[in-house]
């Protein structure tokens, strides 16, 4: 079966297909329409979906799959206001989230771009407190430990494990009631951590829809790429997959009621 397929009744041979795909798949001519050059298609699904008389279709990425997109963008306050309001929670109401709404929150981070269209990240996710509570309890004692080799290691590392000292706080992943671990079983260590960070971004910029925060969990981490033996016990990471990044997410105890300021805009045109 050939990867295309088209109706050449409604093919007007404008060679769009062909002129957007990003690996130059398609040729097109004036008898037979669009038709297969090189096999490294992938699945991008620009073609059937850029086509203008729907007469294309692509087995990797098939137009039944596919989904009418809207007829006009955000109008651009509402699209300010919406990426303006995304803020990192570290404080989480006393609440678990149900498994249907990580899911939900998961599945909009595989539309996330990835490059060459690679994806391949994978989840795993921990919602069990006491397994949450294991994880910081060894990631603070890696704290610690560093600290101890190193006391000018990182003011934040210090900051950390005097609040988990003095309050017995959870200053690693926030008494947060759910921890997503990207994975991924292939690609460069570029190419995963570069595909995670992007559908976690996403997946972080849908939160607020489903009334969740989340935050990136920078200093679980740094400990698991430091490898410390205690912390990879309690996680079991499965086989042949690569850690790509964490972050936790559940429902805000507290809300944000202004729109903060960031640095100012640093721009330099070329020449």
Known sequence: ??????????????GLCARICPYVVLEVDRQNGPHVIRDT????????????????????????KQISAPATPLDEKTAVDFLRARRTIRWYQKRQVPRAEISKLLDMARFAPTGSNSQGISWLVIDTPETIRAISEAVVTWEKETLATNPQTSPLLEAQVERHAKNREDPILFNAPCLIIALSSYGTPRRIRENAILSMIYAQLYAPSLGLGTCWAGVFESCVNAGWPPLL???DLPEKMTFAGGMVTGYPAYSFRQLVERNPLDIRWGF
């Open 1 to 14: 079966m050939s990867m295309i397929q088209v109706d050449l009744t409604r093919c007007t041979r404008c």
């Open 41 to 64: 298609c992938i699945a991008c699904g620009h073609c059937v979906a850029a086509c203008p008389t729907e007469a294309i279709d692509n087995r990797k990425s098939p137009r039944i």
């Open 233 to 235: 016990e309690v996680l």
